[in-house]
């Protein structure tokens, strides 16, 4: 089974600032990763799809780039409606543990 | 505009099979490229996948559960639904309903869920 690990658990930030989140799978899972947003209550979002595609809808702030082991969710400039929950996924279908950006 | 709905009883008794379904509007079930996934989370915890069925009856499990789950289809109400049976506390959780993009060829293998329920929570309590 394909583990997936996000760093960091928790991070701090300020709107308007860049924030960069990492998925390492312990397998390669070549350019196949998806990444989510979920707020409190809500269902996770679809953000990106195969490691740098945005779903339909996602603003260009969000960017994924990475493969083989090694991935990254990159926000431009935090919105204040960024500060979310954020999780990655791979094909067959495990998940990271998330990534909670929160407020500084 | 394609939309999920999870329904079912938001209490189950421990050792009995919980039960739920999920009905699409704005598309058909029977959609080639898409299977249909079972994610749940238990409360402040991430995200695990449960299982995916096509519209064939195709299906496939998440290992760890795979002794306890069925999911199945009915594509004349679109819908599909999950049981899991003999569940515990530890099957609380917001239980999601998601269309899966299932892509796979040669050897390479993508998927990504999108859209998703809204979720239900079920609580396993006697």
């Known amino acids: 089974e394909i583990v997936l690990t996000q760093s960091p658990a928790t991070l701090s930030l300020s709107p308007g600032e860049r924030a960069t989140l990492s998925c390492r799978a312990s397998q390669s899972v070549s350019s196949y990763l998806a990444w989510y947003q979920q707020k409190p209550g809500q269902a996770p979002r679809l953000l990106i799809y195969?490691?740098?595609n945005r779903a339909t809808g996602i603003p260009a702030r969000f960017s994924g780039s990475g493969s083989g082991t090694d991935f990254t969710l990159t926000i431009s400039s935090l919105e204040p409606e960024d500060f979310a929950v954020y999780y990655c996924?791979?094909?067959?279908?495990?998940f990271g543990q998330g990534t909670k950006l929160e407020i500084k | 505009q394609l939309q999920l709905q999870e329904s079912g009883p938001g209490l189950v008794k421990p050792s009995e099979t919980l039960s739920l379904t999920c009905t699409v509007s704005?598309?058909?079930?029977?959609?080639?490229?898409?299977?249909w996934g079972w994610i749940r989370q238990p409360p402040g915890k991430g995200l695990e996948w449960i299982g995916s069925i096509y519209y064939s009856g195709s299906t496939y499990y998440n290992p760890s559960l795979k002794s306890r789950v069925t999911i199945s289809v009915d594509t004349s109400k679109n819908q599909f639904s999950l049981k899991l049976s003999s569940v515990t506390a530890a099957d609380t959780a917001v239980y999601y309903c998601?269309?899966?993009?299932?892509?796979?060829?040669?050897?390479?293998?993508?998927?990504?869920?999108?859209?998703w329920g809204q979720g239900t929570l079920v609580t396993v309590s006697s």
């Open positions: 998601a269309r899966e993009t299932f892509l796979e060829w040669l050897s390479q293998v993508s998927s990504w869920f999108d859209p």
């Open positions: 195969d490691a740098s």
């Open positions: 704005g598309g058909s079930i029977s959609s080639s490229s898409y299977y």
């Open positions: 996924q791979q094909p067959r279908n495990t």
